[in-house]
């Protein structure tokens, strides 16, 4: 069965940086879109960026500049590098192919605060 697990996160403080990471199981990423998303206490899980199987990125503008979507079909782990964080970004993290969901995996917390 398909699985991934989502890691990388922590605290950080405003303004900067941290890479996650997703590694899948039970299908090639290479092969499908993938994308990022979070979620927020008290709030919808948000989508925030794909990568289509191409290769082609797409980030929603709210991220757009700060965030960057990629993979390394190698590896099949899909990452995000995010940058210049904000308290706002505090959230959830998560990972799931948009057109061929799998079950969501635990996901990996990203605190920014000081």
């Known amino acids: 069965q398909v699985q991934m697990v989502e890691s990388g996160g922590g605290l950080v403080q405003p303004g900067g940086s941290l890479t996650l990471a997703c590694e899948v199981s039970?299908?090639?990423?290479?092969?499908?879109?993938m994308a990022w998303y979070r979620q927020a206490p008290g709030k919808n899980r948000i989508f925030l960026a794909r990568i289509l199987r191409g290769g082609a990125t797409y980030h929603e503008d709210f991220v757009k500049g700060r965030f960057t979507i990629s993979r390394a079909d190698a590896k099949n782990t899909l990452y995000l590098q995010m940058n210049d964080l904000k308290p706002t970004d505090t959230a959830m993290y998560y990972c799931?192919?948009?057109?061929?969901?799998?079950?969501w995996g635990q996901g990996t917390q990203v605190t920014v605060a000081s």
């Open positions: 039970g299908r090639r990423i290479s092969e499908y879109d």
């Open positions: 799931n192919f948009p057109l061929f969901a799998a079950s």
